[in-house]
């Protein structure tokens, strides 16, 4: 018969982890919508350039949106984890960089329709 008690562990301890989103792959599409809003900004309006304009709907287009689909899959991993926190400034910074992204978006797609019907 056993001497010790059932909650004496035999076996190794167990280290929590408390998993975050992970804000690095938020930031990184919301440096790259940005910057493509820029680009887009600049040329529709200075240098009135469809090539540029191309560049800017890549960037705030497949590539903002690509690493923001990177972000919402890692965060649904951390999600799915025992414990996990999120700040509270997370959901409303993934609306503002989605929303740039579109503006990014919209803004190249008419400087690229423009410079198109010009040819």
């Known amino acids: 018969m056993p001497t010790g008690d059932s909650f004496s562990g035999a076996g190794a301890s167990t280290v929590v982890q ?3 989103a992970p804000t690095a792959w938020l930031a990184a599409a919301g440096a790259v919508a940005t910057i493509g809003l820029i680009v887009a900004v600049v040329a529709f309006v ?15 287009g497949p590539v903002a949106i690509g690493l923001l689909a990177l ?17 509270l400034w997370v959901s409303s910074v993934t609306r503002v960089v ?22």
């Open 71 to 87: 972000f919402t899959y890692r965060d649904t991993q951390a999600r799915a984890s025992a414990f996990y926190t999120e700040p």
């Open 18 to 20: 408390v998993r975050t």
């Open 46 to 60: 200075v240098l009135d350039s469809g090539p540029v304009a191309v560049v800017a709907w890549i960037l705030g």
């Open 98 to 119: 989605l929303a740039i992204s579109c503006i990014a978006v919209l803004i190249s797609a008419w400087n690229i329709a423009d410079w198109i019907g010009r040819l």
